[in-house]
């Protein structure tokens, strides 16, 4: 079973720039998160999208950031403009279903904004 | 406001010693205890669960230890080798509107000498 793929693996961007993460999460996995994880630190969630839907984007922040998840399946997420404070690993996680806690975790994305 | 809250920071073990992090939380909602390991480069990946429902769960050299009364939960590796060389995450979840999402402690990175 393949697992969840995201590209591009790193990326190096000016302050004020814009980025964009790719993920394709594991077949036939409902859910798809995305996670920031910021050096030295635990993940912390930014959305969560159950099939095409978004149901938890709380700690998100919607000025700069967006995602979507078209058709159910590969995500993208979104920074416009970049901040230095965004410089972290962003990673991409699936699950079977919402109720499932069982999260699978891609390799992520190291984002640098100089 | 840090969920889950894991020490040590850091911990360094001999070859076939035992290699012990704890975590604590305060939210009594959470019912789902996940324990992830996370080497340089990669993705997290699940390592072993538990639920509030027993006090311990192993699965090989991996103990998890549950107090639900105190509110917290901690991971044993016993015999501990050279290739547990990594970081590792304690989380909680809960259902609810936040169903999925977990929170994360702030990780432990644990060395083991040879």
């Known amino acids: 079973e393949a697992g969840v793929a995201q590209s591009p693996r790193y990326k190096i961007i000016e302050k004020r720039q814009s980025v964009a993460f790719w993920c394709n999460p594991i077949s036939g996995h409902a859910t798809l998160y995305w996670y920031q994880q910021i050096l030295g630190q635990g993940p912390k969630l930014l959305i969560q999208f159950q099939n095409n839907g978004v149901v938890d984007d709380s700690q998100l922040p919607k000025d700069r950031f967006s995602a979507e998840r078209l058709k159910g399946v590969d995500s993208t997420l979104k920074i416009q403009p970049a901040k230095l404070e965004d410089s972290a690993v962003y990673l991409c996680a699936s699950s079977w279903d919402r109720g499932t806690y069982e999260q699978y975790f891609g390799p992520g994305t190291r984002l640098t904004v100089t | 406001q840090q969920q889950v809250k894991q020490s040590p920071q850091s911990l360094i073990v001999q070859k076939g010693g035992i290699s012990i992090i704890n975590c604590a939380y305060e939210?009594?909602?959470?019912?789902?205890f996940p324990w992830y390991q996370q080497f340089p480069g990669k993705g997290p990946a699940l390592l072993i669960a538990i639920r509030p429902d027993v006090s311990e769960k192993k699965e090989g050299r991996f103990t998890i230890s549950f107090n639900k009364s105190a509110k917290q939960f901690s991971l044993h590796i016993m015999d501990s080798q050279p290739g547990d060389s990594a970081t590792y995450f304690c989380?909680?979840?809960?259902?609810?509107?936040?169903?999925?999402?977990?929170?994360f402690g702030r990780g432990t990175q644990l060395t083991v000498w040879p």
């Open positions: 939210n009594t909602a959470f019912d789902y």
């Open positions: 989380a909680a979840s809960s259902g609810g509107s936040t169903l999925g999402r977990l929170y």
